[in-house]
């Protein structure tokens, strides 16, 4: 199952469960998936989905809320054939009291379904959040946060995705629109608005999920920049103390290597034997042991007495 999808049933599954929320979901609902039919042979309401989880949460959602099975019986039903559903709406009493419900008249004339939505119905925060999850159910995505972050709302209108952004700037969750052929598409890139925008929803599983799996990438990224620095710290390491050796190796060469101090000659000696060590650790070898700043020193002047003959 796609990560959309985890989401998608996450947020079907958590109830709705006032009627003002109720109602600006429904709203939602008819918003991207609802049209009404006035010939004579199809006239009714109907809300068209291929999707399984916007059915049967659309359909639940109308039952509680306008108890249509009980008050007409048959006449919202159900029928999936071929991957498609429907539920219809016939009785236009029915009809008319979710129109009114949902403030679709204007001025005694019907708004289309895919206009914004009558701010009435989004006043409080719990509508709105009702609103936002319902709006993903229809014509949101996210993408697999194993392979990035984006989330994104397809709108068919301009006003719809301004209405959106408005809404999910009243949440401080920061989302651009753009336009893409004939849609209008609301979208969030950032990490953490999508995790922001999966606590509006409510969607605490799928928020976890993110959020762990940014955490690995986190813990994995540090592990990389750790074991880059300490490549380049052994390579510091390695390429003193090839100079060192070289330095040693003239001295050797010019013969000066026995007139050089006891404590110089002893460096010279244990450097030779321990190519790889870095300073700190080459103090150990001597008796008694020298400290970092001893050894650096020795090894200075070793090098500086080199160079004198390298002329
Ligand atoms: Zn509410």
Same mark, same amino acid.
């Given at each position: 199952?796609?990560?959309?999808?985890?989401?998608k049933?996450?947020?079907?599954q958590?109830?709705?469960?006032?009627?003002?929320?109720q109602?600006?979901?429904?709203?939602?609902?008819?918003?991207?998936?609802?049209?009404?039919?006035?010939?004579e042979? /199809?006239? /009714?309401?109907?809300?068209?989905?291929?999707?399984?989880?916007?059915?049967?949460?659309?359909?639940t959602?109308?039952r509680?809320?306008?108890n249509?099975?009980?008050v007409?019986?048959?006449? $919202?039903?159900?029928?999936?054939?071929?991957?498609? !559903?429907?539920? !219809?709406?016939?009785?236009?009493?029915?009809?008319?009291?979710?129109?009114?419900?949902?403030?679709?008249?204007d001025?005694?004339?019907?708004?289309?379904?895919? $206009?914004?939505?009558?701010?009435l119905?989004?006043?409080?925060s719990?509508?709105?959040?009702?609103?936002?999850k319902?709006?993903?159910?229809?014509?949101?995505?996210?993408?697999?946060?194993?392979?990035?972050?984006?989330?994104?709302?397809?709108?068919?209108?301009?006003?719809? /995705?301004?209405?959106?952004?408005g809404?999910?700037?009243?949440?401080?969750?920061?989302a651009?629109?753009?336009?893409?052929?004939?849609? !209008?598409?609301?979208?969030?890139?950032e990490?953490?608005?999508?995790?922001?925008?999966?606590n509006?929803?409510?969607?605490?599983?799928?928020?976890?999920d993110?959020?762990?799996?940014r955490?690995?990438k986190d813990?994995?990224?540090n592990?990389?920049?750790?074991?880059n620095?300490?490549?380049?710290n052994? $390579?510091?390491?390695?390429?003193?103390?090839?100079?060192?050796i070289?330095?040693?190796?003239?001295l050797?060469?010019?013969?000066?290597?026995?007139?050089?101090?006891?404590g110089?000659?002893?460096?010279?000696?244990?450097?030779?034997?321990?190519p790889?060590?870095?300073?700190n650790?080459?103090?150990?070898?001597?008796?008694?042991?020298?400290?970092k700043?001893?050894?650096?020193?020795?090894?200075?002047?070793?090098?500086?007495?080199a160079?004198?003959?390298?002329?």
């Amino acid at each position: 199952m796609s990560f959309s999808s985890k989401v998608k049933e996450e947020i079907s599954q958590s109830a709705i469960n006032a009627r003002h929320c109720q109602l600006a979901s429904l709203r939602a609902f008819l918003q991207f998936c609802g049209r009404i039919d006035n010939s004579e042979e /199809g006239k /009714g309401l109907y809300i068209e989905t291929d999707n399984a989880i916007i059915y049967r949460k659309c359909f639940t959602i109308l039952r509680k809320t306008f108890n249509i099975m009980t008050v007409t019986g048959q006449s $919202a039903e159900e029928s999936p054939t071929n991957g498609h !559903y429907r539920i !219809y709406i016939e009785d236009s009493d029915d009809i008319w009291n979710i129109i009114q419900s949902l403030k679709l008249m204007d001025n005694g004339v019907l708004e289309p379904f895919s $206009a914004p939505v009558n701010s009435l119905l989004l006043k409080s925060s719990c509508c709105k959040r009702a609103y936002i999850k319902t709006v993903f159910l229809c014509i949101g995505s996210v993408s697999d946060p194993n392979k990035g972050y984006h989330l994104e709302l397809v709108c068919d209108r301009e006003d719809q /995705g301004r209405q959106i952004l408005g809404i999910l700037k009243d949440f401080n969750i920061e989302a651009k629109l753009i336009s893409r052929k004939k849609y !209008y598409v609301v979208y969030i890139k950032e990490a953490e608005c999508i995790v922001d925008f999966l606590n509006v929803c409510e969607a605490y599983v799928a928020l976890m999920d993110l959020e762990n799996l940014r955490i690995v990438k986190d813990v994995r990224n540090n592990i990389n920049r750790q074991v880059n620095c300490d490549t380049a710290n052994i $390579a510091k390491v390695v390429n003193a103390a090839a100079r060192q050796i070289e330095d040693i190796k003239l001295l050797e060469a010019k013969g000066v290597f026995n007139d050089l101090s006891y404590g110089l000659r002893e460096m010279a000696q244990i450097r030779l034997e321990h190519p790889d060590e870095p300073l700190n650790e080459l103090g150990r070898y001597f008796d008694p042991p020298l400290g970092k700043s001893g050894v650096n020193h020795r090894l200075r002047k070793l090098s500086e007495i080199a160079s004198e003959y390298r002329l």
